[in-house]
């Protein structure tokens, strides 16, 4: 077994991963940062590098690859290595996506980490607010409409610094979090009409919401350049989201933080201050 400290972060260049290398550096806890174009490099399609990456590890924050299936070798590998700790972030209600072929990926990553003999905790964010400003809503929201397959049921969009501020704490508390899954979600459930006109508020431009069916968001995501696979994976989260089982708020983060969650409001009005939505 290893004495050592590191926290291993994968997806470190991404949305989530970025935010909890920087959350813990700032505590004083060394952070192997991991992807494919972090200094540390991982690839999820090339085993060999798995374990240079897991050498002195005591905890790791895993972001699963886009197919089902090497999370399984990966916990071996970090249960051989000394790894203690893992967290793996999922989505909102993993477990009542019943026969979507949606996140397929994720669940087979859920299944690894839960089957693992090392104290694992699993965050179940709602959808990230930061969709609008660093994901596939962005750029239709530069251009003035955001056509979207949802209609009227609301979702409580999570602000990803909370889900990483849950990460950080969850990677550093030991045992306190051994075997839980968190449903983390906003204060509030909003619909995606509502969100854009929030969105037109804070950055003072005229925004619209259209619906659209699943198919036609296919094609809008495949113009965009977009594979067709991966296109309809997208399309079909909305499906899900449009079933309303994801649409309740949970006291999950609360939980974990002793604290409420962000607003969507607070999320608006900083996004709009960097100029997120400037044309
Ligand atoms: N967006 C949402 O609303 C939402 C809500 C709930 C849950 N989620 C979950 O969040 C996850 C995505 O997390 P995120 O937003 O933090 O990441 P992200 O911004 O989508 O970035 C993906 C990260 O994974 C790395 N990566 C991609 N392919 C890789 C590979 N083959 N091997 C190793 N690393 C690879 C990327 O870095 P490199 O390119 O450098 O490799 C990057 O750091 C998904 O599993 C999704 O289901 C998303």
Redesign the pocket.
């Known amino acids: 077994m290893s004495n050592n400290d590191i926290t291993l972060v ?8 970025r935010r909890i290398a920087a959350r813990l550096r700032v505590r004083g806890i060394p952070v192997r940062a991991a ?4 200094p540390t490099p ?4 090339d085993p060999g590098g798995w374990d240079a990456a897991l050498r002195d590890v005591a905890a790791v924050y895993v ?4 197919v089902p299936g090497p999370v399984h070798e990966f916990v071996a590998r970090a249960e051989s290595a000394g790894v203690r700790r893992l967290v793996l ?4 209600g993993a477990d009542t996506w019943g026969d979507s072929t949606f ?1 397929l990926d ?1 669940r087979s990553a859920e299944d690894a980490v839960r089957r693992s003999a090392l104290e694992w905790t699993v965050l179940r ?4 607010a930061q ?1 609008f400003d660093e ?1 596939l809503s962005h750029a239709p929201l530069v251009a003035g409409e955001l056509a979207l397959p949802a209609d009227t049921v609301p979702e409580p969009f999570i602000d990803i610094e909370d889900v990483a501020d849950a990460a950080a704490a969850v990677l550093t508390e030991p045992g306190r979090h051994a075997g839980r899954i968190y449903e983390l979600t906003g204060p509030r459930a909003l619909t995606f009409g509502e969100a854009v006109e929030l969105i037109s508020r804070a950055s003072g431009r005229p925004l619209t919401y259209r619906r659209i069916s699943p198919d036609e968001y296919v094609g809008t995501l495949v113009a965009e350049g977009l594979g067709e696979g991966d296109a309809r994976h997208v399309a079909d989260l909305f499906v899900l989201m449009e079933r309303g089982l994801l649409a309740a708020t949970t006291d999950d983060l609360a939980t974990v933080l002793g604290r409420a969650p962000r607003t969507f409001e607070e999320y608006v009005v900083r996004a709009a201050a960097a100029g997120a939505w400037r044309r």
Not at 35 to 38: A, G, Y
Not at 63 to 66: G, I, K, N, R
Not at 125 to 128: C, I, K, Q, R, V
């Open positions: 994968l997806g470190a260049s991404g949305k989530t991963g992807s494919r174009s972090s991982f690839d999820w399609s972001v699963a690859p886009s972030l999922s989505g909102r996140g994720v964010p709602s959808n990230f969709n994901g």
